[in-house]
């Protein structure tokens, strides 16, 4: 992987090994997944914006290309702004990208969302978030798509509460409307140990 740029522009390439039978040798001949990424992030407004574009081929040996899977390419980008209004912090942001080649099962994707935080004083990392996405899938029916709220809760030092509830429209492109909903606790015991007074 090579990175060229500053704080603003930046321009990456990566070869990376793809051949999962045989991890340790070099990708030049026994499978590659090649990535291009440009990053460019400024001022805008209000706020600070960042966009990425990129592209990637995996490149499969011909022998193992039954196993492995085929070649393939594909393109991707996303765009994100964060600002602060109404006295609280927002991010937005949109993400798609395109594998058109016949052997993808996932030629198309698209989404977007917006994320808030500072709308509870006492809890500046509290986070609050909503998005959607659409997924097409090739030789099914319908697209998939999915509506998610989600959010990030401290109920104390080291105690987090991260509830997430999905409404996913023909999920895999076929079945019936689905409700899914997670309730997660994550605990750092570092952090909950050091408020109780415990040295480290």
Not at 123 to 134: I, Q, Y
Request: charged share 15%.
């Amino acid at each position: 992987m090579v990175a060229l740029g500053g704080d603003h522009h930046l321009l990456e390439a990566g070869v990376f090994g793809a051949d999962a039978m045989h991890p340790y040798r070099q990708p030049f001949t026994h499978g590659a997944l090649m990535l291009l990424q440009y990053t460019q992030a400024g001022k805008l407004g209000a706020g600070d914006y960042t966009i990425k574009l990129g592209a990637f081929r995996n490149r499969q040996n011909a022998q193992l290309a039954p196993r492995l899977g085929p070649q393939t390419s594909g393109f991707f980008g996303a765009m994100e702004y964060r600002f602060d209004a109404l006295g609280l912090n927002w991010g937005a942001f949109l993400v798609g990208g395109g594998a058109p080649k016949p052997v993808n099962a996932v030629p198309w994707y698209a989404g977007a969302g917006l994320r808030v935080k500072n709308w509870f004083p006492n809890h500046p990392d509290d986070v609050l978030s909503a998005g959607a996405s659409r997924v097409s899938l090739r030789g099914l029916p319908h697209a998939e798509t999915n509506y998610e709220v989600t959010g990030i809760f401290a109920l104390g030092p080291g105690v987090k509460l991260q509830p997430d509830l999905q409404v996913i429209v023909h999920p895999g492109g076929q079945l019936p409307t689905a409700l899914v909903g997670i309730l997660r606790v994550d605990i750092d015991l570092v952090q909950w140990a050091k408020s109780q007074g415990v040295a480290l």
